[in-house]
């Protein structure tokens, strides 16, 4: 099995349940029979070797030679994209990517990235912290702060429309 990245590199085990490192880019091959072990020992450091981390621009060919793998952007402070081989459900992480999923506490998600509606989630998570970001910035701390207060006081009350009105009423 060569490096999706590198190509004519091959992949190397430790042990015949560990993952395939490159030596050359720090990049690991997760199979689909070793997901379940890398998960319930998340905590535990993986890439040993170094790697450069500037192959995310890049999908790759599946090491097991089932052709084109698909990608699933992960989008947290420091976006990258996820490979995934369609056909065997292997998964390639380039340098430094499987310690951003366990410290961001994505593990138990591993097997939804790839699905729309987790995308769309995320997408959607991601447009409100920047959305209530942007309203802080401009409110300030102290304002922002009172009106998330009193939003989540109103949240479920019965009259928050009244309040509402009144709130506006009062400010106009």
């Known amino acids: 099995m060569n490096c999706p990245k590198c190509k004519t590199v091959e992949l190397r085990k430790r042990g015949y349940d560990s993952p395939a490192n490159c030596y050359k880019c720090g990049g ?7 997901l379940p072990q890398f998960i319930e020992h998340a905590d535990s450091g993986i890439n040993e070797s170094g790697g450069t981390g500037h ?13 084109i793998m698909i ?13 995934k081989c369609p056909t065997c ?18 593990v138990e998600h591993l097997h939804e990235f790839w699905c729309q509606s987790w995308q769309a989630k995320q997408r959607k998570d991601k447009q409100r912290v920047n ?6 910035q401009i409110l300030g701390d102290q304002v ?3 009106v998330m207060n009193l939003s ?18 009062e400010i106009f």
Not at 131 to 136: G, I
Request: aromatic share 10%.
């Open 71 to 83: 990608r699933a952007r992960i989008d947290i402070d420091q976006p990258f994209y996820l490979e």
């Open 89 to 106: 459900g292997g998964i390639w992480l380039d340098y430094g990517e499987w310690e951003k999923i366990v410290s961001n506490r994505l």
């Open 152 to 169: 989540e006081l109103l949240k479920e009350h019965p009259e928050k429309g009244r309040a509402l009105a009144l709130l506006q009423q």
């Open 131 to 136: 959305f209530l970001e942007s309203n802080r």
């Open 28 to 34: 690991m091959w997760l199979g689909r029979k070793q």
């Open 55 to 67: 192959h995310d621009e890049i999908t790759g060919l599946c090491p097991s030679g089932h052709g």
């Open 144 to 146: 922002f702060r009172e």
